[in-house]
């Protein structure tokens, strides 16, 4: 008698730039899975989101050991069942950084929208330590995935239930190969 395979916990890093509602979505997909959710904003040293809120941009100085908290959130959710966080993982290698640490079945939900709408949503925010000005720097660094990034790319001018049943629906004909949705 053939027994199925343990399923495997889901770990999803919901991607972009600096206001393009990683947070937002991060918590519906969470919802509709019946998983936890983490913002990476929250394991960012102090003196990281003074330097941001000061309006420099952080320099992989900055930010190593913040992927490294990352990834080892995700490997601790694995153990428990799962998790989808929000982080913006901008450029191949800090991805990549996140996959060394905790492993190959990460799926990447990249959040793209355009500069003019994610800056009106960044000028309307309150109380975020990341200030609008920072936003340019955020595109400036944005690699988009690559076709071997198990993933999909997501237009935020779409409501987060379009865009959370989208996926939930792609999730299950893996692999998630790089693609809009």
């Known amino acids: 008698m053939m027994v199925a395979p ?9 991607m972009g730039v600096s206001a393009s509602g990683k947070s ?14 983490i ?19 952080l320099d992989d100085s900055d930010r190593w050991p913040w992927l490294d908290s990352v990834g080892d959130a995700l490997t601790r959710a694995a153990e428990e069942g799962g998790v ?6 901008l450029r191949r290698i800090y991805r990549d950084r996140l996959r060394a640490v905790a ?10 929208g355009s500069r003019e709408m994610l800056e009106a949503r960044a000028i309307a925010r ?32 779409r409501p987060v239930t379009d865009l959370v049943a ?14 809009s949705l």
Do not use: Y
């Open 6 to 14: 343990e399923p495997v916990p889901p770990l999803i890093v919901v």
């Open 24 to 37: 937002t979505l991060a918590a519906a997909l969470a919802d509709q899975l019946g998983i936890g959710w």
């Open 39 to 57: 913002d990476a904003d929250d394991l960012h040293p102090a003196e990281n989101r003074a330097k941001m809120a000061s309006g420099i941009p």
């Open 84 to 89: 989808v966080v929000a982080c913006s993982a």
């Open 103 to 112: 492993g190959e079945r990460l799926v990447f939900v990249h959040l793209d």
């Open 126 to 157: 309150q109380n975020h330590f990341m200030p609008p000005a920072l936003l340019s720097s955020q595109f400036a660094t944005l690699e988009p995935l690559q076709v071997d990034e198990e993933g999909v790319t997501m237009d935020v001018a």
């Open 166 to 179: 989208a996926f939930v629906t792609e999730a299950g004909r893996p692999p998630l190969e790089p693609r």
